[in-house]
């Protein structure tokens, strides 16, 4: 009975646990659509994806933290969760989107870890190094 137990905990952990990483996934593909779904190019939200796992790294934080963090990314700062991830599925490139949070290793922004569109000019840009122009996005480091 005691190893049943044990092995019915254990996989209530792991359910728990593929659960939270497919929540995390999930909002980082509603992120790449978001900021770049518009863009023709995949390498857009495989770019933005970049910035997203090079703050993960440099912020000890986990993807989807990243992704929420107030004023980081615009997508969320006017809209739930819940609410964004629903609207994100809805997208052609929702399908891609998954694929490039959850597996795709590109290095296309040479180490960038912030980006705006071609539309705007902030003044934090000024400060950093412009890696590389991908569609409608300027990268930096």
């Known amino acids: 009975m005691i190893k049943l137990t044990g092995l019915i905990a254990s996989a209530l952990l792991l359910v728990s646990t593929v659960s939270a990483a497919s929540r995390s996934t999930e909002v980082v593909a509603a992120t790449l659509?978001?900021?770049a779904g518009g863009e023709r190019d995949s390498h857009a939200m495989e770019a933005v994806n970049e910035v997203i796992?090079?703050?993960t790294s440099s912020r000890k934080i986990t993807a989807d933290k990243v992704c929420l963090q107030k004023l980081q990314f615009s997508c969320w700062n006017d809209s739930s969760v819940d609410a964004g991830i629903a609207k994100a599925?809805?997208?052609?490139?929702?399908?891609?989107?998954?694929?490039?949070?959850?597996?795709?290793?590109?290095?296309?922004?040479?180490g960038a870890?912030?980006?705006?569109?071609?539309?705007?000019?902030?003044?934090w840009n000024k400060r950093l190094t412009k890696t590389i122009i991908i569609g409608n996005h300027i990268?930096?480091?």
């Open 113 to 123: 870890d912030h980006y705006h569109t071609l539309k705007v000019n902030p003044s």
């Open 139 to 141: 990268f930096y480091k």
């Open 89 to 110: 599925k809805k997208h052609a490139k929702w399908n891609s989107a998954v694929q490039i949070a959850s597996s795709a290793k590109t290095n296309y922004t040479a």
């Open 33 to 35: 659509i978001f900021e």
């Open 53 to 55: 796992q090079n703050r």
